[in-house]
């Protein structure tokens, strides 16, 4: 015998004897035994006769049923069943059970004298003589309603609590919502189903530790997010911070997290949980918001410089014009005019291009068949791509109308068909195609509001099959003076200018691009309602000459002696002046004046102000204007009338002596007995 239980044994006797006795039967008469059990207060117990009428009583009856013992002794059992049980034939069934198996539970709502319904637990037990006779059956039972409330009211908590839990679970899926605690000590994380599924976490993966979750996030974002954990972890701070998440198929998401630090009762912090929603979507569109006022600031400037420069081009192209033309045809001298007239002319394209580009010059928009300008144009652009490549067109029959301005549009195609070209030098193929789209607003949240609009528009794409576009590249394409061609190869405007045409013209338009696979550029212009003016322009004549007089007004002293000397050179009479007051002084002096050829902005009095004067007081006098500088605002402030005779600067002396004399020549055929 092990030490312990002898030393037990011998310090408490007591608990032996305890224990002998509860061994023996008892000994008790029937009456003592029936006073014990009468005197249970919490439980009823009483007998049934096999028939099931009641046969005994105790206090418990009184308490849990309501019966004094006169009352009960006697009375069928099934007076303490429900009405609904009673009619289901319970009381019996529970009888026989009883009496088949020996007991039966019984668990239900039972009903009390005063027939307030009580939750009871019980039990009925058969009784039988020696003889396999049945003398009856026990029944103990005991009121368990403040139990079985309390077990409801707990149920239903858990069921609101389910319910809300799902509400919650809803809610942040439809949010796009994921939470998760960690446990600083432990350095536990736990993550709920929604995170799991914005990290892209498998169904038997699991970022257990915040080193798990890092790993998960962008390389360039991780070291500040575990910044903020520890920070908020060190100083109880609440945690913000936005960051990458990498999706194992390479997605990325961007994610924006908020989190809370817990505490203990001694005030260390032991945990933090926070939540984290998907704010990818936001993120594109302020990307997208932020690139279009990039190429806005951008624009400006490069506005801003092709207008000053311009001014100085049109006086170096228009004087070595008139150079030349003093110099004998073997003079070696021609030779370098011309070396200086072509640099000055490649200039004017550079600032012709950011002028385009900057949404700043003035666009002469008709009404437009974009198929049609596309199958006028192809001859030039397969000449333009090369015999290596493919050139396909796939034009919608009756394809919307739009307004634009039909060089610029060409210029579009010509750029987009020239980078095409350049991006498959071992050959590809060229599709161009038109459609006519109607963007609804899914399409519109897709992409950004702020930079796309949405209804009907003509859809031009132009897709190659060269190299593609490395997506860090795509978004600096249309950035004036971004190439990555060689130095001398491209200047980096074509896109820009593309871009700022399409804009001015009340477009949008988007670059989609696979590595190795090609480069699509999709435009969009709007629709108009009107049906296209059919033909093309009017072939180049040759520079005309008159002998009408003509008043240049402009605020330039390069510029306006250059013009007066230009058109004196091709026979005309010129008479100048500074700004609209001045030449209206002219007008006063001089009646003879056939035209006015007039700049924009001007001190005292600008051109516009000047037209309308003009127009009161000399009805069929002509006006042309020319200006460096014009774009939407000018036209809106009324700086400019829109569609005026309009000569952009800077121009060469043919370009000015065709519109004027189209000018001259329109008022001949209008009115034929002025001078
Ligand atoms: N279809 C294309 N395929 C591949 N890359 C392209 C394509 N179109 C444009 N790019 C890229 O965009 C850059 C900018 O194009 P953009 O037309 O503005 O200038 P560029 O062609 O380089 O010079 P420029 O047009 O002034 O001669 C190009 O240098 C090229 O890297
Ligand atoms: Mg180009």
Known sequence: MPMDAERSLQSAPTETSTRQVAAAPIQLGEDRWKAIVEQVKDYAIFMLTPDGFSASWNEGVKRVLGYEEAEFLGQPGWYIFTPEDRAAGVPAQELATAARDGSCNDDRWMFRKDGVRFWATGIATS????????????????????????????????????????RLLTALAAARMGTWKWDILSNQETFDEGLNQLFGVGPSEQLKTLEDVLRRIHPDDRDAVALAFSHSAGTGADLATEFRVVRPDGAIRWLRDHGKVFYDQQGAAVSMAGACVDVTERKQADEQLRQAQRMDAV?????????????????????????????????????????????????????????????????????????????????MLVRLLGEDKQFAAHLQPSLWSVHADRGQVEQVLINLALNARDAMPHGGRLAIETANVTLDDAYATRHSATVIGRGAFVRLVLSDTGGGIPEDVQSRIFEPFFTTKPVGQGTGLGLSMVYGIVKQSGGFIWVYSEPQQGTAFKVYLPRVDTPADSGSPAPPRPAPRGRETILVVEDDDMVRPLTARLLGA??????????????????????????????????????????????????????????????????????LIPGSPYLQKPFDVHTLALRVRELLDARAEKSPLSP
């Open 299 to 379: 624009g400006r400037l490069a506005g801003g410089v092709a207008h000053e420069v311009n001014n100085m081009m049109t006086a170096i192209i228009g004087f070595s014009d008139l150079v030349v033309d003093t110099l004998d045809d073997s003079d070696s001298r021609r030779g370098d005019l011309n070396h200086i007239r072509r640099a000055a002319g490649r200039a004017a394209m550079v600032t012709a291009q950011l002028l385009a580009f900057s949404r700043r010059q003035l666009l002469q928009p008709r009404v437009l068949d974009l198929n049609l300008v596309i199958n006028e144009l192809q001859p």
């Open 570 to 639: 091709k026979g005309y009479t010129v008479l100048e002046a500074r700004h609209g007051l001045d030449a209206l002084e002219s007008l006063r002096r001089n009646r003879e004046v056939s035209l006015v050829l007039t700049d924009v902005i001007m001190p005292e009095m600008g051109g516009a102000e000047l037209a309308r004067r003009l127009a009161a007081l000399y009805p069929e006098l002509p006006v042309l204007f020319m200006s460096g500088f014009t774009d939407d605002e000018i036209v809106r402030r009324g700086l």
């Open 127 to 166: 009784l039988w003589d020696d003889a396999g006779g049945l003398i009856g059956f026990t029944k103990v039972m005991r009121d368990r309603t403040d139990e079985k409330r309390h077990d409801e009211a707990l149920q239903a908590s858990e069921e609101r609590l389910g319910e809300s839990e799902h």
